[in-house]
């Protein structure tokens, strides 16, 4: 595809950064709690979560495999904090027919279907299959999805009589699972079974590493990519009720290199944030959406957003396993770019805050309401499609009518600021580059 077929400008939904005005209309159209979990497809399970789990110091904490009487699909749950990973892998059907089982009998993950994460792992490489959402009521969120335009693909179903699993068609191959419990207490029950899904078990093997802690905290916001915004956005706000938080284009946050066009969806609670991007066209680089796009084979998760309680921390522990089987980082912006940082966050970052944030590579970014520490990890699997971004939100704190303390959703924006310095510092960085190498060969003057 090429990068030039047509102008670059703005989605004919987005109308910028500086034109939109955030209102929250609490137009959801069933109760939404929260993130739950997400779950990565792929052809090998163990050693995709145990990679996951090195390199975020996620500990593997549940399993449903051979070991539980899963013939069907091996799943491993990494679990810090509320964030929960799942990695799922088929096993092969003639396993469950020796036992005189159908295929599906003895899965613990209701949707999952062998030849569909053949076919999707074939296409997409190692991704996101499903976000899946904590609802109050799995039931009346899929038939309510359902009756407003959304796709479904797997009806509502009971397990162990107290966990309600749907789901309904994202966009592309991802799926927006929707879980329930009837119990209230399910999240304080140690076995995963309660809180997770039943027919996981737990893991009690020093060799998950188990005593990994990297202050990783849960999941702020997963971004999608899509050909479309305009039809992607309809679609979702159509069936869910969700409301757009905020909008930028590629005038708001990229160069006359290149750029994209992104609005970010969210919740009553602004609990479940949701970014979806597009790419423009007609600049000079083809736009990291499109590179997205034609690798991936289609629209899905670009990246997960994972909130640190520590991100000085988190940082430190993950770069020390960058070259030892952890993720490695997207290089960090020129000296220029923390310079100017004190001027621009001195108010609520110390000078040694400053300083670790230039030795860790982290950007900083604000808006009128709080602070955004953020860094992004390089692809982490072989396709230039999916990485990791770790954030961490400083202040937007208030109360609820109960007195409890918490954090408003997308506190310190999305990085607008970021993005904006990171491309000048780049190009700039570039350009100084480029100038030292006509120097030293005077063919390129």
């Known amino acids: ?223 999608c990519n899509v050909p479309e915004l305009a039809q992607a956005v309809n679609y979702v706000k159509e069936f869910t009720g969700f409301h757009e938080f905020a909008e930028f284009t590629a005038e708001d946050v990229g160069t006359n290199e290149s750029g994209l066009n992104q609005i970010i969806l969210a919740n009553n609670d602004e609990t479940v944030l949701m970014p979806l991007c597009e790419p423009v066209f007609g600049t000079k680089r083809k736009s990291q959406i499109q590179t997205f796009l034609e690798h991936n084979e289609g629209a899905g998760i670009q990246h997960v957003a994972l909130g640190s309680e520590d991100i000085f921390r988190t940082l430190k522990e993950m770069r020390q396993r960058s070259k030892v089987g952890g993720f490695e980082f997207m290089p960090s912006p020129p000296p220029t770019y923390y310079k100017n940082l004190k001027n621009r966050a001195g108010d609520v970052l110390t000078d040694e805050q400053i300083q670790q944030c230039e030795e860790l590579g982290i950007l900083v970014d604000r808006d009128d309401q709080g602070t955004l520490l953020q860094i992004f990890t390089k692809p982490v699997g072989d396709r230039p499609t999916m990485f990791v971004e770790i954030i961490q939100r400083i202040g937007c704190k208030v109360k609820d009518e109960e007195g409890k303390v918490y954090q408003k959703g997308g506190c310190g924006g999305f990085g607008k600021g970021n993005i904006s310095e990171l491309f000048k510092s780049v190009e700039e960085y570039e350009k100084q580059t480029l100038d030292l190498k006509k120097v030293a060969d005077p063919t390129l003057l």
């Open 1 to 223: 595809m090429s990068a030039t077929r047509a102008p670059a400008q703005a989605s004919s939904l987005a109308a910028g950064f500086n034109n939109f005005h955030r209102i929250n209309p609490k137009s959801d159209r069933f109760r939404v709690k929260s993130f739950h979990h997400v779950e990565f497809w792929c052809s090998d399970a163990t050693s995709t979560a145990r990679s996951f789990s090195w390199a975020l110091g996620m500990p593997l904490v549940a399993k449903s495999d051979l070991s539980t009487g899963n013939l069907t699909h091996a799943s491993y749950v990494l679990r810090s904090g509320d964030l929960s990973f799942v990695f799922t892998a088929p096993y092969s059907p003639s396993i469950a027919a020796a036992e005189h089982l159908e295929p599906s009998s003895t899965a613990s993950i209701p949707s999952f279907d062998r030849d569909s994460c053949l076919a999707f792992v074939a296409s997409h490489g190692l991704e996101v299959r499903a976000i899946a959402l904590e609802v109050e009521d799995a039931k009346v969120a899929f038939n309510t999805s359902v009756v407003h335009g959304a796709k479904p693909t797997a009806s509502p179903v009971l397990l162990h009589n107290r966990v309600i699993f749907a789901e309904v068609l994202l966009f592309g191959d991802v799926m927006l699972r929707y879980i329930s419990y009837n119990d209230p207490f399910h999240a304080s029950n140690p076995n995963p079974s309660y809180w997770f899904l039943p027919n996981f078990e737990p893991v009690e093997d020093l060799s998950s590493h188990a005593s990994l802690n990297y202050r990783i905290r849960g999941l702020d916001h997963a971004v």
